[in-house]
């Protein structure tokens, strides 16, 4: 593996293994990146660079595209390209908090299982398998079903359904780290769990569960454009891309850009981490098939 | 067989049964324990005291919770599942009408893909790095990792817009001639086919190549075996355990993808009495769909696990 020191850098420090990697992408590692960024983009900036509104109706329904309607109009006739950057806020956004959660929460749980003794491990592995006895679409309805479906809601949903996988991957790498010699230096130094979860093993496990974070949001990103879709997700007048397929279905029958708009949407995004994924350098979760 | 793998196999089916009392709680707690008072939340918040009582008591929330899962248990096991609390009928009533047409949704597709998704696995495996391979994984990649109704949605486009050879609904009700049947099953069948083989052929492909890269395999090819022998009375026969647990894991993928399908295509089946009993707040019909769909999704788990142990030849001649 090269590294590439810094110019003038300092001594006998490589350059951060994310830069290394970054350097080492092929093409499509790059386009993936791209469509990341550009939607990223769309979702914190692109509401206030609009001329108008999603909220804004009145146009004719289901127009073609136009020069006044870069995208088309949906079923109310409000311009399709407001309406798919205002749901990119919903996708991605939801989407990336909610995966956060689910990772870091994984992560933590796994480090103390894997830091203290056997009984808490046994406890919160055996506890978390029993989620995953249940299938995730399955999970999310009956949650919308006792709980209804708000924002909030959404997240804590998609965040619960995907903590077991996180930490199923969290727990099998550091407890690896914590057999290594190093990790029982620093407890017989008599360092705290804390510092031996954070400080020894985490840094360890890093790279892995980032990129175990990107195929994790590409599934909450499915799971909650499944639930928009059955009209059990975001809620009406909001919209995120599921839902704008869900409202414009109409619109199929003649092939209108409307409908079409946001299932091209979702599949860029989530093929684009796709892309990203496959160019890091240890991307075997996904051959595992880990899901 | 031997007494090593019917202790394996007793313990793998424990298991199951223990995980799927485990799911009863957790399905339990989500819709009727966790969400809060239920009579409160129809009555609203300016109910009298009396009233709430009442309902309550009607409701048979005035027992404690851990009473009123075993009684839900206990109903579940003996095949009382309660009454659907808006339309009023018996829900084991409403889930025995439907539950043939998913039955019979999944087992076409499951016919169909089986076969499709195990011959284009074990070509992919052998013919790894050629534009065939390349070509059927990344097409495998791309239809994983888009949601399901965009397949469906894809295909309603291609079949039934552009080419007008199928109708883009299905309703059960009016068939009459076996190309009738043929006709409305077409797209659901097709949709669901898309996502499972896509599964299916990554693992099985991921299965035989792991026996194709194994020393023996490199051993039979020394010797001079022809390329077909090579795989079909070497490689396949070492590698039943994992294709028959890859079979059985994809198709439990059939459990997800009916939701979205049944929806899209509004074809009256079991999960689309789910999702409308959900935005119905319908609890006896969300429960009992629930555990169904768990038990379904555990079974076909625990098959996956049983076929590799049986499969496991270290484990049979010990």
């Known amino acids: ?291 | 067989m031997n007494a090593l793998i019917l202790k394996l196999l007793g313990q793998r089916i424990a298991l199951a049964l223990l995980s799927l009392l485990a799911v009863s709680v957790v399905v339990f707690a989500i819709t009727a324990v966790l969400p809060g008072d239920a009579a409160q939340e129809q009555l609203g918040q300016d109910a009298t005291a009396e009233a709430l009582a009442a309902l309550r008591a009607q409701m048979g929330l005035d027992v404690p919770a851990p009473r009123r899962y075993l009684h839900w248990l206990g109903g579940l096991l003996s095949g009382n599942l309660g009454v659907s609390s808006t339309t009023q009928l018996p829900v084991s009533e409403l889930i025995g009408s439907r539950l043939p047409n998913s039955l019979l949704l999944a087992a076409v597709a499951a016919l169909f893909s089986v076969p499709i998704a195990l011959s284009l696995g074990v070509a992919a495996a052998v013919w790894r790095g050629s534009w065939f391979d390349r070509a059927a994984s990344t097409g495998a990649v791309a239809v994983v990792s888009v949601p399901e109704f965009l397949v469906a949605t894809l295909a309603v486009l291609v079949f039934a817009v552009q080419l007008r050879w199928l109708p883009a609904l299905s309703y059960v009700a009016d068939i009459e001639s076996l190309g009738q049947l043929l006709r409305a099953f077409a797209m659901p069948v097709l949709t669901l086919c898309c996502v499972i083989v896509a599964q299916m052929m990554r693992m099985t492909r991921a299965a035989v190549i792991d026996q194709l890269e194994a020393p023996y395999i490199e051993m039979v090819r020394l010797k001079g075996a022809s390329p077909l022998r090579i795989v079909l009375a070497h490689a396949l026969p070492n590698a039943v355990g994992p294709i028959a647990n890859a079979v059985a894991l994809s198709l439990s993928y059939l459990l997800g993808g009916v939701i979205i399908v049944e929806t899209i295509f509004n074809y009256p089946g079991i999960a689309k009495l789910m999702v409308d009993g959900v935005s119905q707040r319908d609890m006896p019909l969300v429960q009992a769909c629930a555990m169904l769909f768990c038990s379904a999704y555990l079974i076909l788990v625990t098959t996956a696990d049983l076929f590799g142990i049986v499969a496991n030849p270290r484990l049979r001649h010990r």
């Open chain 1, 1 to 291: 593996m090269s590294t590439i020191t810094t110019p003038g850098g300092f001594a006998g420090r490589p350059a951060s293994p994310w830069f290394a990697r970054l350097a080492q992408f092929g093409a499509t590692g790059w386009i993936g990146i791209a469509v990341i960024a550009f939607w990223a983009l769309a979702a914190i900036v692109g509401p206030a660079l609009l001329s108008r509104t999603g909220a804004a109706g009145g146009g004719a329904v289901f127009a073609p595209i136009s020069a006044d309607h870069w995208l088309g109009t949906d079923y109310l006739g409000r311009d399709m390209l407001a309406r798919v950057i205002e749901g990119a806020r919903y996708t991605v956004g939801v989407a990336f908090v909610a995966t956060l959660l689910a990772s870091g929460i994984g992560t933590l749980l796994a480090l103390l299982a894997a830091a203290t003794g056997r009984w808490i491990d046994a406890a919160l592995s055996r506890g978390l398998d029993t989620l995953t006895a249940i299938p995730s679409k399955m999970f999310a309805l009956l949650m919308v079903a006792g709980f209804g479906s708000s924002v909030p809601m959404l997240i804590a949903t998609a965040a619960v359904i995907y903590v077991p996988g996180a930490y199923r991957m969290a727990r099998a790498l550091a407890v690896n780290i914590n057999a290594l010699d190093y990790v029982t230096v620093a407890r017989t130094r008599g360092e705290r769990t804390g510092y031996v979860m954070l400080r020894e093993i985490l840094p360890n496990i890093a790279g892995p569960m980032l990129a175990d974070l990107g195929l994790r949001f590409v599934y909450v990103v499915l799971l909650l454009a499944s639930l928009s879709f059955l009209g059990l997700g975001v809620q009406p007048p909001a919209a995120d891309w599921g839902s704008l397929v869900r409202e414009n279905i109409g619109a199929l029958a003649d092939a209108g850009s409307s409908v079409i708009v946001p299932s091209l949407a979702i599949a860029s995004l989530t093929i684009a981490v796709n892309l990203v994924i496959d160019n890091l350098p240890g991307h075997s979760a996904r051959e595992r098939g880990v899901r």
